[in-house]
C-alpha cells in the first residue's frame, strides 16, 4: 500500500533524526506545470525533501536573512510566510539553485525562502515530505 512505502522511505529519515520530528511529517505529492510557481518566493514552517519522479524542477533558495526587511514579526523565521509584491525575476541571481530531475531528491530548511521553478510546458511530478524540527529551535 502506499501508506507502507512512505513508511519505508521515512523511516530511515526519522532514525537519522532520532525518531519521529516533534513538528510532524506531511507528505503531499505535487504534479505541475509552470514557469514559476504561482505561490510565488515564500517560506514554509517545516524543512522540505523533495524528491522527482517524472521530469525535473528547480528550486530557487535564498537564506531568511535575505528577505528578512520584508516581515515583521520578530519570530518569522518560524512561521509560513508569503511575499506576493517579491518578483522572484528581481532576485533569481542572488537565489542557490537547486536542481532535481526524475530519482532525485534535493533538501532546504524551514527558514529558506524558496519558490519552484521549471520549464513553462514541462509537467513534473514529485513528493515533498516535511519535517516540523523548527519547533525544537529556540
Known amino acids: 500500500t ?7 522511505y521515512l523511516l530511515p529519515i526519522n532514525e537519522a533524526l532520532g525518531g519521529t520530528p516533534s513538528g510532524g511529517t506531511d507528505v503531499h505529492l505535487m504534479v ?3 514557469g514559476t510557481s504561482p505561490y510565488g518566493i515564500h517560506k514554509d514552517t517545516n524543512s522540505v525533501l523533495t524528491t522527482v519522479y517524472f521530469g525535473q524542477k528547480t528550486i530557487l533558495v535564498w537564506p531568511y536573512e535575505h528577505f528578512s526587511g520584508e516581515v515583521e514579526h520578530k519570530s518569522g523565521e518560524r512561521l509560513h510566510i508569503k511575499l506576493p509584491l517579491v518578483k522572484v525575476s528581481e532576485h533569481r541571481a542572488t537565489a542557490h539553485s537547486l536542481h532535481a530531475t526524475a530519482g532525485s531528491t ?5 527558514s529558506a525562502w524558496h519558490v519552484g521553478s521549471a520549464e513553462a510546458d514541462d509537467v513534473h511530478v514529485s513528493l515533498h515530505v516535511t519535517f516540523g524540527t523548527h519547533i525544537d529551535r529556540t
Open 2 to 8: 502506499v501508506t507502507e512505502q512512505l513508511r519505508r
Open 32 to 34: 505541475a506545470r509552470y
Open 106 to 110: 534535493i533538501y532546504f530548511p524551514a
